[in-house]
């Protein structure tokens, strides 16, 4: 890979929304996976990707993305909260951070 492309490489973080997986009730196989398929395709490009996990909601959501935005994550990968319950609310909590919906 040039140098050029290791030099504008940028850190990614792959976000969990789940109430389940965030009480430890269930194994969390959607965010490794997103990892896992960032880092093949990628995996030159990229500084790293954290992985984190948080609950439904859209303000959990909202400040988690901020916080990731703020270490420096400069493309954020949510999984889950899209379900039709009242605390699915993933996209409305990622709405207001934006730069491009993808």
């Given at each position: 890979m040039?140098?050029?492309?290791?030099?504008s490489?940028?850190?990614?973080?792959?976000l969990?929304?789940?109430?389940?997986?965030s009480r430890?009730?269930?194994?969390?196989?959607?965010g490794p996976?997103?990892?896992d398929?960032?880092?093949s395709?990628?995996?030159?490009?990229?500084?790293?990707?954290d992985?984190?996990v948080?609950?439904?909601g859209?303000?959990?959501?909202?400040e988690?993305v901020?916080?990731?935005l703020?270490?420096?994550?400069r493309?954020?990968?949510?999984?889950?909260?899209t379900?039709?319950?009242?605390?699915?609310?993933?996209?409305?909590?990622t709405?207001?951070l934006?730069?491009?919906?993808?």
């Amino acid at each position: 890979m040039p140098t050029a492309a290791r030099d504008s490489s940028v850190r990614a973080c792959v976000l969990t929304v789940s109430d389940r997986v965030s009480r430890g009730e269930r194994e969390d196989r959607s965010g490794p996976l997103t990892r896992d398929l960032l880092t093949s395709g990628l995996g030159d490009l990229l500084e790293g990707v954290d992985l984190r996990v948080v609950p439904d909601g859209e303000d959990p959501v909202r400040e988690a993305v901020a916080a990731a935005l703020r270490e420096g994550a400069r493309l954020v990968v949510t999984t889950g909260g899209t379900g039709v319950s009242p605390r699915d609310r993933t996209p409305e909590g990622t709405a207001p951070l934006l730069d491009r919906e993808l």
